[in-house]
T-cell receptor, first 114, second 114 residues
Framework: AQSVTQLDSHVSVSEGTPVLLRCNYS??????LFWYVQHPNKGLQLLLK??????LVKGINGFEAEFKKSETSFHLTKPSAHMSDAAEYFC????????????FGQGTELSVKP | DAGVTQSPTHLIKTRGQHVTLRCSPI?????VSWYQQVLGQGPQFIFQ???????GRGNFPDRFSARQFPNYSSELNVNALLLGDSALYLC?????????????FGSGTRLTVV
C-alpha cells in the first residue's frame, strides 16, 4: 500500500530564508510523487511532479524537490521564501495500481514572517 | 482557457437531505476525480472516472455516488447527509487518465451540513 508522511505540521521561516518541507513516502511500486499548494479558500495547485525521470525536479515559483529512493524521501525546498509562499503544502503519492488515485499527506502549513 | 469549474461554490444542507455537486473538467480532459477535504486534513479520494467509466473508488459509504456524462462533466451525489459530510469537495481533471501529467484541481464546493 502507498502512504505519505509529512514530518512537520507547521513550519515558520523569515522572508528571504530557505524553506524545507519534509516528506517521506511508502510505496510498493515505483511511485509518482507530487507537491501541491493550497492557499486559503482556494483549490490545489500543482507545484511539481516526479514520475521516474530526473531525481531533482524543478517546479513553479522557485520550488524544487529531490527524489531519494534510498531514504524514501521527497523533500520540498526553496532557496528564499517570499511572503506569498505562506500556504498549506501537501505531499502526494500515486495510488500504485489503483489508477488515478492520489494519496495526500496531512499537510504542512508554511508561515513566512516579514 | 477555463480551468476545472465546480458548482455551487458553497451550500448548506440539513441532515438527511441529498446533495448534488457538479464539475466541468478542462476542455479535452477525459478523466475526473473527486476528493473530500475535511477541515485540517489532506484530501481523501472518493471516485475516479475516465471515459465515463468508474476507474477507482475510495473508502466511502454507498451514500456517495458519482457519474460522468458524455461531455466528460461529472456529478457527485451524496444521500442521507450526516454532519460528518461537512467538507470541501474537490474535483480534479487529467487529460490522459494517468498520473504522469498530474491533476488540475478546481476551487471546490464547501458543503456544510447542519
Amino acid at each position: 500500500a502507498q502512504s505519505v508522511t509529512q514530518l512537520d505540521s507547521h513550519v515558520s521561516v523569515s522572508e528571504g530564508t530557505p524553506v524545507l518541507l519534509r516528506c517521506n513516502y511508502s510505496s510498493s511500486y515505483s511511485p509518482s510523487l507530487f507537491w501541491y499548494v493550497q492557499h486559503p479558500n482556494k483549490g490545489l495547485q500543482l507545484l511539481l511532479k516526479y514520475t521516474s525521470a530526473a531525481t531533482l525536479v524543478k517546479g513553479i515559483n522557485g520550488f524544487e524537490a529531490e527524489f531519494k529512493k534510498s531514504e524514501t524521501s521527497f523533500h520540498l525546498t526553496k532557496p528564499s521564501a517570499h511572503m506569498s509562499d505562506a500556504a498549506e503544502y501537501f505531499c502526494v503519492v500515486s495510488g500504485g495500481n489503483q489508477g488515478g488515485k492520489l494519496i495526500f499527506g496531512q499537510g504542512t502549513e508554511l508561515s513566512v514572517k516579514p | 482557457d477555463a480551468g476545472v469549474t465546480q458548482s455551487p461554490t458553497h451550500l448548506i444542507k440539513t441532515r438527511g437531505q441529498h446533495v448534488t455537486l457538479r464539475c466541468s473538467p478542462i476542455s479535452g480532459h477525459k478523466s475526473v476525480s473527486w476528493y473530500q477535504q475535511v477541515l485540517g486534513q489532506g484530501p481523501q479520494f472518493i471516485f475516479q472516472y475516465y471515459e465515463k467509466e468508474e476507474r477507482g473508488r475510495g473508502n466511502f459509504p454507498d451514500r456517495f455516488s458519482a457519474r460522468q456524462f458524455p461531455n466528460y462533466s461529472s456529478e457527485l451525489n451524496v444521500n442521507a447527509l450526516l454532519l460528518g459530510d461537512s467538507a470541501l469537495y474537490l474535483c480534479a481533471s487529467n487529460g490522459q487518465g494517468t498520473l504522469n501529467y498530474g491533476y488540475t484541481f478546481g476551487s471546490g464546493t464547501r458543503l456544510t451540513v447542519v
